[in-house]
């Protein structure tokens, strides 16, 4: 229950601040912050400072890091309001009352019901240690992946500056969106290791993967990217999500 309520209060402040600054759009950059939040929280209430908990609470660390960088300096970088708030800023009624249920609440409660697996990881001891250094071992190559995945669209970035070209070498030869697979993945295994407790925390893995498919993660992306020029014949050639060979 004291996670609800810092949830709760979270958003108020979020909602309070987008007010403020006539941006509603940081709640999206502010999601994947909270995870972070309730795992410290939990983590230290619980005390329950055995090994598998303290890696566990600095692989999400480690996972949140990388992902809020990537995420703030592109936020900061834009400085405005994404599209999809600003169109509701014009197009809603009552804006602030709308947004403050229809956005703010709703993607509250959906925080407190994907959070499940955190509540267990924090509060349980025993745990399948196989399937446990099983989700260590994939959660390392994941971070070896994502960062390796990262480097490359930097460097190429680097090297070619503002081109109107996607990026299609190395693991993106096999999948439009890596980051989000392995991103996906991720969840997988830490919902599969707590799936002995309660098969309720698949809904954790669920989620994430479908917003990530259809809400704020591969659609945004792609819309930004199906005016470049090699776009069409990426798209034809490589998966959206799954990673697999070139079709010829």
């Known amino acids: 229950m004291e996670v609800f309520f810092i949830i709760f209060f979270l958003y108020l402040i979020l909602f309070w601040i987008s007010i403020k600054i006539k941006d509603n759009s940081i709640?999206?950059?502010?999601?994947?912050?909270?995870?972070?939040?309730?795992s410290i929280f939990l983590y230290f209430l619980?005390?329950?400072f055995w090994l598998i908990q303290s890696l566990?609470?600095?692989?999400?660390?480690?996972?949140?890091?990388?992902?809020?960088?990537?995420?703030?300096?592109r936020k900061l970088k834009e400085k405005k309001e994404d599209p999809r708030y600003a169109n509701w800023r014009i197009e809603w009624k009552y804006f602030y009352?709308?947004?403050?249920?229809?956005?703010?609440?709703?993607?509250?409660?959906?925080?407190?019901?994907?959070?499940?697996?955190?509540?267990s990881i924090f509060s349980q001891n025993e745990i399948n240690i196989y399937l446990f250094i099983l989700w260590i071992s994939i959660s390392i190559i994941w971070?070896?992946?994502?960062?390796?995945?990262?480097?490359?669209?930097k460097k190429f970035i680097e090297k070619n500056g503002k081109t109107n070209k996607v990026f299609?070498?190395?693991?993106?030869?096999?999948?439009?969106?890596?980051?989000?697979?392995?991103?996906?993945?991720?969840?997988?295994?830490?919902?599969?290791?707590?799936?002995?407790?309660?098969?309720?925390?698949?809904?954790?893995?669920?989620?994430?993967?479908?917003?990530?498919?259809f809400v704020s993660g591969v659609p945004l992306k792609e819309k930004r990217q199906e005016k470049k020029e090699n776009w069409l014949e990426y798209k034809?050639?490589?998966?959206?999500?799954l990673p697999w060979f070139p079709k010829n």
């Open 46 to 48: 619980n005390k329950n």
């Open 97 to 119: 009352t709308r947004s403050f249920f229809q956005v703010y609440m709703l993607q509250m409660v959906l925080m407190f019901i994907i959070s499940f697996p955190i509540y």
């Open 236 to 241: 034809q050639k490589t998966n959206m999500f």
């Open 168 to 213: 299609t070498w190395w693991l993106y030869k096999y999948s439009r969106n890596p980051n989000y697979f392995w991103e996906s993945t991720f969840w997988l295994w830490l919902s599969i290791i707590w799936s002995s407790i309660s098969l309720f925390s698949f809904v954790w893995y669920i989620t994430i993967t479908l917003l990530l498919l």
């Open 143 to 153: 971070l070896i992946f994502e960062v390796a995945s990262d480097f490359q669209v």
């Open 56 to 73: 566990s609470l600095l692989l999400i660390i480690f996972w949140w890091l990388r992902l809020s960088y990537y995420i703030w300096k």
């Open 27 to 38: 709640v999206d950059v502010f999601w994947w912050t909270w995870f972070v939040i309730i």
